[in-house]
């Protein structure tokens, strides 16, 4: 059994996975001289393996120590893997009130990969409700949810997804990166995201973000409606609707505001 586990391993994930465990032991990070020391590998082995997970946001390289820490994305994905069902039931409920509060279709998703994927779906009430399948995934830089959960990254995770991002420029309303850039700084202020019709012509969306107990976005809701049924001059009303049902499901998932907390201010307006 140890030969055939061996001949099936993938040596550069093993000592990936090793290095995660020894930073999670050292919360103050380590240099890569360290790593290499405690791996017992390679510099350049180490240094391509810490270069691979800085990009894909699992550690953070400070430019002035060069010391590597582990991110709150490690933490996501284990919270992610047991609360994504309690997120759908914590939820529904507030999804299917918002639902009739504001007569559009509410929907749930979360971030995966460069993309995002919908998880959970309250249709609207409105003649032409939209509806689409479960898993379907959507793009991060053209829509309420991507740009709602992109707001309230750390910083380099946010860096990272804007790095990686295609841009595809559905109609001139498509923002591109520069444009992004600007747009995620006025969620940041004001709780949430808006899609104006940047990659369907015709179709408004509102998003705000959902947090887990750390304040970490693992999800967001938002409302999709025909731009007829949710025209511009509602987006502040909507807005203010979705970013408190969101923080609802947030209270439920654990987090908790705090006074002092830059998160409270701008979800608070």
């Not at 020894?22 to 590998?41: R, W």
């Not at 082995?45 to 582990?70: C, E, Q, Y």
């Not at 591109?176 to 202020?189: D, F, H, M, P, T």
Request: charged fraction near 25%.
């Amino acid at each position: 059994m140890a030969k055939e586990a061996s001949r099936y391993s993938v040596p550069n994930l093993e000592r990936a996975l090793v290095m995660l465990e020894v930073l999670a032991q050292h919360p103050e990070g380590l240099n890569l001289t360290k790593i290499t020391e405690k791996l017992s590998i390679p510099q350049n082995a180490a240094f391509r393996i810490t270069h691979t997970l800085v990009n894909h946001g699992f550690l953070h390289r400070d430019p002035d120590s060069k010391v590597f820490t582990i991110t709150k994305k490690m933490l996501s994905l284990g919270q992610c893997a047991v609360a994504h069902e309690h997120i759908i039931e914590y939820a529904l409920p507030n999804m299917r009130e918002l639902r009739d509060n504001v007569n559009g279709t509410v929907y749930l998703g979360t971030l995966l990969d460069n993309e995002g994927v919908i998880i959970e779906q309250a249709p609207g009430g409105h003649p032409f409700k939209l509806f689409v399948d479960l898993g379907t995934r959507f793009q991060l830089h053209c829509s309420a949810p991507g740009k709602a959960i992109m707001a309230f990254l750390p910083e380099t995770e946010q860096e990272t997804l804007l790095g990686k991002i295609k841009y595809t420029k559905y109609n001139e309303r498509t923002p591109g990166k520069r444009e992004l850039r600007k747009e995620l700084s006025e969620v940041a202020e004001i709780g949430y995201g808006i899609d104006r019709a940047e990659q369907f012509d015709g179709v408004h969306c509102i998003g705000a973000p959902i947090f887990d107990s750390t304040g970490y976005p693992v999800a967001a809701i938002w409302v999709s409606s025909p731009s007829v049924g949710m025209p511009e001059n509602d987006f502040p009303k909507i807005g203010k609707q979705v970013k408190e049902t969101a923080m609802e499901i947030s209270r439920r998932l654990g987090y908790a505001l705090m006074s002092k907390d830059p998160l409270s201010e701008s979800i608070m307006k």
